[in-house]
């Protein structure tokens, strides 16, 4: 049977003199014996019988007996202090509220960029700072911000039979090309709880290995305007397409669409059914871009299409250039234990830029771009199409529920 609190402290008052005068064989013994009656860890219980006990002299005739319990209060000076939060939390706004782990990597690129615009005034003092912070701190600092700025959707995807045999099958684990050019494609709804009538979709693709993400919104779901959307937005990808990867739905497996990448050579591969997990890299783009930054209201209207394109082009040069987004580097199980390990965030513009696969002509297209873009202008902008559109989603009729007579 366990000792209690007080008697645990009687004894370990009792055996920490003898302890300290003991042998090493007989000290091994007490610890034993210690260990068993109190039920400490071994460690924890050498240390206090150790200390427990141990009488200093500090000055003549007074003598200061220590206490292994009780641990000294942090006494180093912090190192971040209040001063560093205004400017951390105007940056993190500005990045639209990353974790510490996807701000800290984006901090070292866009503070100093941010001082030489003047968009950011500070110290160098405090700039230093901000670009030498840990993730770990970052989200510290910014724990209270964050929890002052804490939708589901549903799926709209008809299965196209017709051409499914032509059109062969990968899973999320079977494209492992770590070359920029091979897209997962999706489209997404903004119904806003009334799946009746034509309203907008928009169209996602995301490129496997790099994360670029282009967008765009079409007036319904209709094989014409999907297609014509895909050709338009290939043309804004800054490297070749390779491959085109997507759902089962008939809006994808389609002769146009079968016809084109038959023409153009170009891989084109499906989803099994109703196995999100093979498009994820699309996926969760829908959540973290479309249904972050437009939410989930029905837009049905020429008016509601045309901003949410312009919204896109702003968000292109937002989310891929200055949206650093986590990696899987590699996935380790051990029985029921999964060790997931992940490259450092990155933004998508950089991983392109490190990449080998582009051209000089291509790399220098993407300099350029960003050379011109200002951070703060692209948010302010993003931000007011971002309170139209809500005020544009406002005016739409909410759904009805029929009553019993």
């Known amino acids: 049977m366990r000792l209690t609190m007080n008697e645990r402290k009687g004894v370990t008052k009792a055996l920490c003199e003898r302890y300290r005068k003991a042998t090493k064989k007989d000290k091994g013994r007490i610890l034993n014996e210690f260990v068993q009656d109190t039920g400490y860890d071994r460690c924890y219980a050498r240390r206090l019988l150790r200390s427990h006990g141990k009488r200093v002299t500090v000055a003549a005739g007074v003598a200061v007996e220590g206490d292994a319990r009780l641990t000294p209060k942090r006494t180093r000076p912090r190192t971040y202090g209040p001063e560093v939060l205004a400017p951390l939390k105007q940056v993190w706004e500005m990045l639209d509220y990353p974790s510490g782990k996807r701000l800290v990597p984006a901090l070292r690129e866009v503070v100093p960029r941010l001082v030489a615009q003047k968009a950011l005034r500070i110290k160098k003092a405090l700039q230093h700072q901000l670009v030498r912070v840990s993730a770990a701190t970052a989200d510290r600092l910014l724990k209270s911000e964050r929890q002052k700025h804490q939708l589901k959707g549903r799926s709209h995807t008809k299965p196209g039979t017709l051409l499914k045999h032509q059109v062969s099958i990968r899973t999320f684990a079977d494209w492992d090309d770590a070359r920029p050019g091979f897209l997962e494609i999706d489209l997404v709804g903004h119904e806003g709880g009334r799946?009746?009538?034509?309203?907008?979709?928009?169209?996602?693709?995301?490129?496997?290995?790099?994360?670029?993400?282009?967008?765009?919104?079409?007036?319904?779901?209709?094989?014409?305007?999907?297609?014509?959307?895909?050709?338009?937005?290939?043309?804004?990808?800054?490297?070749?397409?390779?491959?085109?990867?997507?759902?089962?739905?008939?809006?994808?497996?389609?002769?146009?669409?079968?016809?084109?990448?038959?023409?153009?050579?170009?891989?084109?591969?499906?989803?099994?059914?109703?196995?999100?997990?093979?498009?994820?890299?699309?996926?969760?783009?829908?959540?973290?871009?479309?249904?972050?930054?437009?939410?989930?209201?029905?837009?049905?209207?020429?008016?509601?299409?045309?901003?949410?394109?312009?919204?896109?082009?702003?968000?292109?040069?937002?989310?891929?250039?200055?949206?650093?987004?986590?990696k899987l580097k590699e996935k380790v199980r051990d029985g029921a234990k999964v060790t997931r390990r992940y490259e450092e965030a990155k933004t998508p513009y950089r991983r392109l830029m490190e990449s080998p696969h582009l051209t000089k002509t291509q790399t220098q297209r993407l300099q350029a771009r960003y050379d011109a873009l200002r951070l703060p202008d692209l948010y302010r902008d993003i931000r007011r199409l971002q309170k139209q559109l809500e005020r544009l989603g406002a005016r739409t009729p909410k759904p009805t529920r029929d009553t019993a007579p």
Request: glycine residues 6%; contains cysteine.
């Open 195 to 326: 799946a009746e009538g034509d309203h907008c979709y928009t169209l996602d693709i995301t490129d496997v290995d790099s994360g670029w993400t282009e967008l765009a919104a079409v007036q319904n779901k209709a094989e014409k305007w999907v297609f014509e959307a895909l050709k338009a937005l290939r043309g804004r990808l800054p490297f070749p397409l390779l491959g085109i990867d997507s759902d089962n739905g008939s809006e994808f497996i389609n002769h146009h669409l079968v016809r084109y990448c038959q023409e153009e050579r170009l891989t084109f591969t499906r989803s099994r059914p109703y196995r999100k997990n093979d498009t994820c890299y699309v996926e969760q783009k829908n959540w973290s871009i479309v249904r972050r930054y437009v939410g989930y209201a029905r837009y049905d209207t020429p008016e509601a299409q045309a901003l949410l394109n312009e919204l896109y082009g702003l968000l292109s040069d937002y989310i891929n250039f200055f949206q650093p987004s986590l």
